[in-house]
């Protein structure tokens, strides 16, 4: 039994280590098992100091994963214990501190050092920060939602990053809700649900980004809800991120909402034209490149969906200015960003009434017939509501036009615009909604 967990972590360490120290963990020889331990054999000491030095950690950790338990790892040299003879001379001079295993998933440029905060998302990022320093203390569980390419992926692997750079020892644990679902389903193909409970529930930080992707998948989110409930209840940290609020999740269960609204949740909004202005800067800095002011201001001016666009359009530029060999000027960027910067008026005429429509009725999961219907059930009413007031924001139609779209007159749809944008400043969920759907339909009009 323990020679099949064995066999299992030695592939999967193999995978985890680096390539130059694999030889070290392919010396080790299985030998035997005991109730809660297992004997592996070296040629050479040298071989043994190797293998203690570069892999028997990571093995360790991955066996008792697999394990559920702690699984002893005992080494001898030959046949027997008593050889202690060095047949060979060792060749490791010095011993080797122990690395703290890593996540292989977390990427080591998220840092909160990298993450330029702005009045919108300074009580998120300093929120982050205490739950870095103190995980599963305060704030936990934590939501972190907003639309796309705002930096809840950034802030959440920062956590994790910190975490392991400070607390080497703590287990941190970080997938996408996709993966989430994939082992799950891979351990029930397998029968082999225990490990993959085992994997979740020994965590001391789950990071699970963009678990709006577990909409409609009921069995995963039962395991999620009870892996939530085990991780609670022994004081582990738990982070995710969204792109809306749980208030706006269609195909979930009530349960699994109120887990995640019972922590903190964390807003992130499009930067302003001054944080736009310092995060170009900061790229470039990062970059050792130069960029005139006057592009950067240029940039920040006309990119105003979010991060990921506007580093999209400066790595744009960064890698025209080396294959040309030329510096960027105002003129090169505009001709360079001329598809992803267009006037105000036309990118705003491009995007459709039918396209905010069909946004938005995915956002809700609803029929985009239904928001031209008559339909005025509670979810239909503010569906259609919020689709004619992004209309009348981020298009040039005017509200007569818009009126004939929907079949409405004049009047209503006033009235429509009127109400969203009151309740949009005393409502920040909803105010949440608008901005992620508002990102979302001017991303996919470009």
Not at 155 to 177: C, D, R
Not at 206 to 220: A, V, Y
Not at 394 to 404: D, L, M, P, R, V
Request: with cysteine; proline share 3%; glycine share 4%.
């Amino acid at each position: 039994m323990l020679k099949d967990y064995y066999l299992e972590a030695l592939e999967e360490t193999q995978g985890r280590i680096q390539k130059g120290k694999q030889i070290w963990l392919s010396n080790a020889s299985f030998k035997k098992e005991g109730k809660d331990s297992i004997t592996l054999v070296f040629a050479t000491k040298m071989y043994l100091n190797n293998f203690n030095s570069y892999c028997k950690s990571e093995l360790q950790n991955v066996l008792d994963d697999l394990a559920g338990t702690h699984i002893e790892i005992e080494t001898i040299i030959g046949d027997t214990e008593e050889k202690n003879e060095d047949p060979e001379p060792v060749v490791i001079p010095e011993a080797v501190e122990e690395q703290p295993k890593r996540s292989s998933y977390l990427n080591p440029i998220y840092t909160f050092e990298s993450f330029i905060p702005c009045e919108n998302t300074n009580f998120a990022y300093n929120a982050a920060k205490a739950i870095a320093m103190h995980p599963g203390i305060n704030y936990n569980p934590c939501l972190i939602y907003g639309g796309v390419g705002l930096g809840k992926t950034h802030l959440l692997q920062s956590v994790g990053n910190y975490i392991e750079k400070e607390n080497p020892k703590k287990k941190v644990i970080y997938v996408t809700a996709e993966t989430f679902t994939n082992d799950f389903i891979n351990s029930l193909q397998q029968k082999n649900a225990s490990s993959f409970r085992i994997k979740y529930r020994k965590a001391d930080v789950l990071l699970i980004d963009d678990i709006h992707f577990l909409q409609e998948k009921i069995s995963t989110q039962e395991e999620l809800f009870h892996t939530f409930n085990d991780l609670y209840e022994s004081n582990k940290q738990i982070i995710f991120t969204c792109d809306r609020p749980i208030s706006e999740l269609k195909g979930f269960t009530d349960r699994l909402k109120s887990r995640f609204t019972r922590g903190l949740n964390l807003n992130l909004t499009a930067p302003d034209y001054e944080t736009r202005v310092a995060i170009l800067k900061k790229k470039c800095e990062n970059q050792n490149v130069r960029i005139y002011d006057s592009v950067i201001s240029y940039m920040a001016e006309n990119i105003k969906t979010n991060v990921r666009d506007l580093e999209g359009s400066l790595t744009t530029l960064i890698a025209y200015s080396k294959l040309i060999k030329t510096n960027i000027t105002l003129e090169i960027a505009q001709e360079q960003l001329k598809n992803l910067i267009a006037a105000p008026m036309a990118s705003e005429q491009d995007i459709s009434i039918s396209t905010i429509v069909r946004e938005v009725a995915s956002y809700y999961n609803i029929e985009t017939s239904e928001l031209k219907g008559k339909k005025r059930t509670a979810i239909i009413k503010d569906a259609r509501n919020m689709a004619i007031y992004l209309t009348r924001k981020i298009t040039q139609y005017s509200t007569t036009e818009i009126g004939n779209y929907f079949d409405r007159d004049h009047s209503t749809i006033t009235h429509s615009i009127d109400k969203v944008d009151k309740e949009r400043k005393e409502n920040s969920d909803l105010a949440a909604a608008l901005d992620t759907l508002e990102n979302n339909i001017r991303s996919k009009a470009k």
